[in-house]
């Protein structure tokens, strides 16, 4: 047995291998949690942890795919390593959202995702550090600091969901969940060079997620290969009783693998809104390239515009931060979370200081502005007008898919490569800039996801983003993993020492 | 100032001002579980022993639609001949409370899933009502000597929000509305109505302007009515306080107020421009209220006769006058009560009788005893013992009553008593004139008396014939025999 290193191994063959007995849960367990304590100094990507409270809590699981392997029953992630972003609750752990405020709160219950990742035998081995509640685009508004770019450690690891892309980056674990309200997931990955799907609005429950933007946030799985994102995916999507905007549509388990094995009959569309200003030019060549791979898979590849998507940004950053300003009003100290101490406070003080004290600058600067475009006299002009559009921008995508027979849009993941710390964290506009090409799929809801198609010349990886009409994550997974096939692999960051 | 001096001064100034009001009424409905989780809504919980993390507002949870609260909610609808929207939106109103635990309360805003109804006044008045829309209550704060606490049980029991047109008129019909509203629901089989539980709070808007003006005058609120006399006083402190503003050429201004039950008066809770701003938006966790046609059909298949036309039918087919009908209706165990009763003894009994009986002496015992419903002690069959012994000739009025006394007070079957006591009604000829026939030989000259025509004495002779009857002979047979033993002894003389 010792003769397997698990981390060579896809999730899927983990899996099978400890199905069949050929590795144990448990030394999987042991290999991973070291992993993760060597390498964490590094990139910073798991938060609240702690080796030893995680190996015991792990006693139950590892027993419990013990019992399943003599049942002979079969489980999908038996014994497969995953992390789980800040902001998602398992129950008996802290859930802070990355946030000062929630960081004594511990989670009494387990969110639905987390509960079917259980069921299929998944071992927890730890929680991820984000941007606090899922607001920002580079790990850098964490209260527990930065992550970073596994590939060049000055760099970001891409927000919010940094800690669980640079995780999957590392090789720290096979897969991690992330969410996703306008990028969170895709950003991160095409930044550290991993596969990241944010699913149709509504395909993954979103119970046990701390809400941002209600309307627009989703689960979705990262991992380092389709394959392992698909198997990930499957276990995670499904209907809820506990979540009445999850769909009532059962999913069927994804096939990857085309028929024809190449892409002939696919019609691919570039956005032409998506190719100017603002576009990286060592960007813009990897997604040519990766076109003309394409092409010669037997894919059609034409150019469409969608004029209303110019107005996602401040679209999104009304409907996502009014959402917000209502969903993080329960953070007041009252219930949970860390009350302010300080002496003599009456109700009205308590609760600003908590606020005051709790909440980070970039927390505080999105509650005021949502807080402000929902006041009186100031929602028709900006929440009302803002849904309005969206609904404008969404009937512009669907139309793409439904009337121009487009099967798949493409677009770079992000205008650049990751960028440095401390570069955009004080010009709040180019730091939003950076989700400009993300924000479109939440706004509609329909599913999209990032895969590497390549590194610029320091050696940063470059995100492709390939969106889908709603529900056809599979169609996107089919044409990401034929992509894959012709693909030079991303190999190991320089920064992961090749025996640990 | 006294509730009777109020009401002294109130009726004068009702010939200058016309009072405006409408209710607002909070109906807690009785679901087995809360509006958004499975959490159990009954009353009388330990503290926070009916939460769950939903209710909670723990960090990640959703709310999930009971729809057994929209089922109710079309009941209501339904009742008040209302219109129902086909699609309608939760919206989310914020503010920060300690009991309010998601820092917002789910109500309905803007596109209310009732709207347009009505309700008859026993005038024949009617009042519009405005809308009905669903929400989800808070919890209760509970403040102690060092701390405040919260309890959250109530925090998400779906309450129903009735909104009144500016239509009632004075606080009597205020209180009329109210208790219309009250019998509905109650009918409806929907709340429990109980307004000292607080499963009915009412918030009244006040204005009044000077008769034949057209013009609404500027309106206060008065929250939290927690009694029917209460809404009543506080309406009629409000109407004075108002006038006597005007009176002396003073604005009234738009005010919050709280009634204070022990003074009687009102007091400002805050100003307009104090009034807070909730931030209302459609709630993203909820989709759309979906009710169609075939849904608000099977809705109405489940509805039993309401109280307007439990009322019509009882002057309709029992011959009841409108308002023994209306007053046997104003609550539907004693409209109940009524039918189990006169179900049992019809035909002996007319229903007319029923209803007096019910109507007077029953609800007297019924109020003075603070008898609760169903009823336990005077059951619908004992009470149709009763009825049935007096129609049947077996009681006479007066000994129905002294044995409706004693059902009252000890609980025991009408014909329990009846025979125990030996009280039934002698209705035997011969035994009567035995005793008819001692009395007049033994009151010779009261009946000479009689016969110069002193009618007057013919009431002493059969009072003496009752007396040595302890009350038992049938009264109309002592007459007749007595008459006839007169007759006989004027004769033989």
């Not at chain 1, 999957?168 to 950003?187: E, H, N, Y």
């Not at chain 1, 059962?250 to 693998?257: D, F, I, N, R, S």
């Not at chain 2, 989709?287 to 006769?305: F, P």
């Not at chain 2, 049992?344 to 029953?362: D, G, M, Q």
Request: charged share 20%; aromatic share 8%; glycine share 8%.
């Amino acid at each position: 047995m010792a003769a397997i290193d698990p981390t060579t191994l896809k999730a899927s063959e983990l899996a099978a291998a400890v199905n069949r007995g050929e590795l144990r849960a448990g030394s999987v367990a042991d290999h991973y949690l070291n992993r993760v304590e060597t390498l964490h100094p590094l990139f910073n990507c798991h938060i609240h942890w702690d080796k030893a409270e995680v190996r015991n809590e792990l006693e139950k699981q590892i027993d419990a795919i013990e019992v399943a392997r003599y049942a002979k029953k079969y489980l999908p992630l038996a014994g497969v390593p995953i992390s789980i972003k800040d902001n998602i609750m398992v129950e008996g752990q802290i859930a802070a959202c990355a946030s000062r405020l929630l960081a004594p709160h511990r989670a009494a219950y387990d969110a639905t995702v987390i509960q079917k990742l259980k069921a299929a035998g998944a071992l927890l081995i730890g929680r991820t550090n984000m941007d606090e509640f899922a607001m920002g685009s580079s790990n850098e508004n964490s209260a527990f600091g930065p992550v970073h770019n596994p590939w060049n450690r000055r760099h970001v690891a891409g927000g919010s969901s940094g800690g669980s892309a640079a995780a999957v980056a590392g090789s720290l674990v096979p897969l991690a969940l992330g969410s996703d309200t306008g990028g969170s997931i895709r950003q991160p990955a095409s930044f550290c060079g991993v596969y990241g799907l944010k699913p149709t609005y509504g395909r993954v429950s979103r119970y046990g997620l701390v809400a941002f933007g209600s309307s627009l946030d989703q689960i979705g799985p990262l991992a380092r290969n389709v394959e392992d994102l698909a198997l990930l995916y499957d276990v995670l999507a499904g209907p809820d009783g506990r979540d009445s905007t999850a769909s009532q549509r059962v999913p069927l388990p994804t096939q990857l693998a085309l028929p024809s094995g190449n892409l002939k009959g696919l019609r691919v569309a570039t956005i032409r809104e998506f190719m100017g200003e603002g576009l990286d030019s060592e960007v813009r060549k990897s997604l040519e390239s990766a076109l003309e791979t394409m092409r010669q898979l037997g894919a059609e590849t034409v150019e469409v515009s969608l004029p209303h998507l110019a107005a996602s940004i401040p679209v999104y950053y009304i409907l996502a931060t009014a959402e917000a300003s209502s969903n993080l009003a329960r953070f007041d100290g009252v219930r949970y979370g860390a009350r302010s101490q300080k002496p003599g406070l009456n109700l009205k003080e308590m609760y600003l200081q908590t606020r005051s004290e709790g909440f980070g600058r970039e927390v505080k600067q999105r509650i005021m502005l949502g807080t402000y475009v929902l006041s009186a006299g100031y929602y028709d002009a900006y929440y009302n007008r803002a849904a309005r559009m969206r609904e404008v921008i969404k009937r512009e995508m669907e139309g793409v898919f439904e009337k121009e027979g487009v099967h798949v849009l493409v677009s770079p993941t992000a205008p650049t490569t990751a960028f440095e710390l401390g570069q955009k964290t004080q010009d709040s506009l180019s730091m939003y800039l950076s989700d400009v090409y993300t924000l479109a799929a939440n706004l509609a809801g329909i599913p999209a996801m990032s895969q590497p198609m390549g590194k610029d010349s320091k050696g940063l990886p470059i995100g492709l983003q390939l969106m889908g009409p709603s529900f056809a994550e599979e169609r996107l997974l089919q044409v990401a993993y034929q992509f894959e096939r012709h693909q030079p692999p991303m190999g190991v960051p320089d920064l992961i020492p090749s025996q640990l | 100032m006294s509730d009777h001096e109020n009401q002294e001064q109130f009726e004068g100034l009702l010939s200058r001002y016309e009072p405006v009001i409408g209710l607002e009424v909070h109906c807690q409905l009785k679901t087995e579980s809360k509006l958004f989780c499975s959490c159990k809504t009954q009353f009388g919980a330990l503290a926070n022993q009916n939460t769950c993390p939903v209710c909670l507002g723990l960090p990640g949870v959703l709310p999930f639609l009971n729809h057994q609260v929209v089922d109710y909610a079309i009941r209501m609808a339904i009742a008040i001949g209302a219109t129902v929207r086909e699609k309608s939106v939760f919206a989310r109103k914020q503010y920060f409370y300690p009991d309010l635990p998601k820092g917002y309360q789910i109500t309905q805003y803007d596109l209310p899933y009732c709207e347009n109804g009505h309700l008859a006044l026993n005038s024949g008045r009617v009042i519009p009502i405005e809308r009905i829309h669903m929400e989800e209550d808070a919890g209760k704060s509970i403040h102690g000597d060092n701390a405040s606490y919260v309890d959250l049980n109530r925090a998400g029991i779906p309450l129903l929000e009735i909104v009144s047109a500016p239509a009632l008129r004075s606080p009597l019909e205020a209180h009329e509305y109210l208790r219309k509203l009250r019998a509905i629901v109650r009918y409806l089989d929907i709340s429990d109505g109980n307004m000292e539980e607080g499963s009915i709070r009412c918030d009244a808007n006040v204005s009044i302007r000077r008769r034949g003006v057209k013009e609404l005058g500027v309106r206060t609120e008065i929250k939290n009515l927690n009694s029917f006399k209460n809404v009543e006083r506080a309406i009629t402190y409000e109407i004075i306080r108002q006038a006597d503003l005007l009176d002396s050429g003073t604005a009234v201004k738009q005010v919050t107020l709280l009634f204070d039950a022990a003074s009687g008066r009102t007091q400002v809770m805050r100003s307009k421009e104090d009034s807070p701003d909730y931030r209302y938006f459609p709630d993203p966790d909820l989709g759309l209220v979906q009710i169609d046609q075939a849904r608000l059909e099977a809705v109405r298949a489940t509805l039993t006769e309401l109280p307007v036309q439990k009322a019509k039918r009882f002057h309709e087919v029992f011959g009841l006058t409108d308002a023994d009908a209306l007053q046997l209706t104003d609550e539907k165990e004693l409209a109940l009560f009524f039918e189990d009763v006169l179900s049992r003894v019809s035909p002996i009994v007319p229903a007319k009788i029923v209803a007096n009986w019910i109507l007077t002496e029953y609800l007297r015992e019924h109020n003075n005893r603070q008898w609760t419903w169903p009823a336990t002690i005077v059951t619908p069959e004992s009470f149709a013992q009763l009825l049935r012994a007096l129609c049947e000739g077996t009681l006479s009025g007066k000994m129905a009553k002294m044995v409706f006394d004693e059902m009252a007070s000890t609980g025991a079957n009408a014909s329990e008593i009846i025979k125990l006591r030996g009280l039934l009604q002698i209705n035997d000829a011969d035994e009567i004139r035995a005793v008819v026939a001692q009395v007049v030989r033994e009151h010779a000259d009261q009946v000479a008396l009689y016969l110069t025509g002193k009618q007057k004495v013919f009431g002493f002779l059969v009072g003496q014939v009752l007396r040595l009857s302890q009350g038992r002979f049938n009264p109309g047979m002592v007459n007749d025999c007595l008459k006839e033993a007169i007759h006989e002894s004027s004769a033989k003389n």
